[in-house]
Nanobody
Framework: QVQLVESGGGSVQPGGSLRLSCVVS????????LRWYRQAPGKQRDLIAT???????TYTDSVKGRFTISRDNAKNAVDLQMNSLKPEDTAIYYC???????WGQGTQVTVSS
């Protein structure tokens, strides 16, 4: 059974950084498409970053240049490095494995002074 478990969320001041990690069990993250989404209170869940099977990365405009998605084959995980955080980045962040249509449970990120 495939499971995705996110970690690394927390509270940070504007301008700060956090690194989220999504560890996958039951399936290799190698050569497969993985995504990060986020859902702010009262809003829909939005796609923010993708890494494809051949390591092409794409980002939604609001995080481009600040967030970096990467695959860690040693940990069997997909990470999201988030820099220059803004209050509008506050949300629950979810990872998603496309091939098996599986979500993690989410991790809360709060950006506030």
């Amino acid at each position: 059974q495939v499971q995705l478990v996110e970690s690394g969320g927390g509270s940070v001041q504007p301008g700060g950084s956090l690194r989220l990690s999504c560890v996958v069990s039951g399936r290799s993250v190698t050569a497969t498409t993985l995504r990060w989404y986020r859902q702010a209170p009262g809003k829909q869940r939005d796609l923010i970053a993708t890494i494809t099977a051949n390591d092409v990365t794409t980002y939604t405009d609001s995080v481009k240049g600040r967030f970096t998605i990467s695959r860690d084959n040693a940990k069997n995980a997909v990470d999201l490095q988030m820099n220059s955080l803004k209050p509008e980045d506050t949300a629950i962040y979810y990872c998603y494995m496309v091939r098996v249509d599986k979500w993690g449970q989410g991790t809360q990120v709060t950006v506030s002074s």
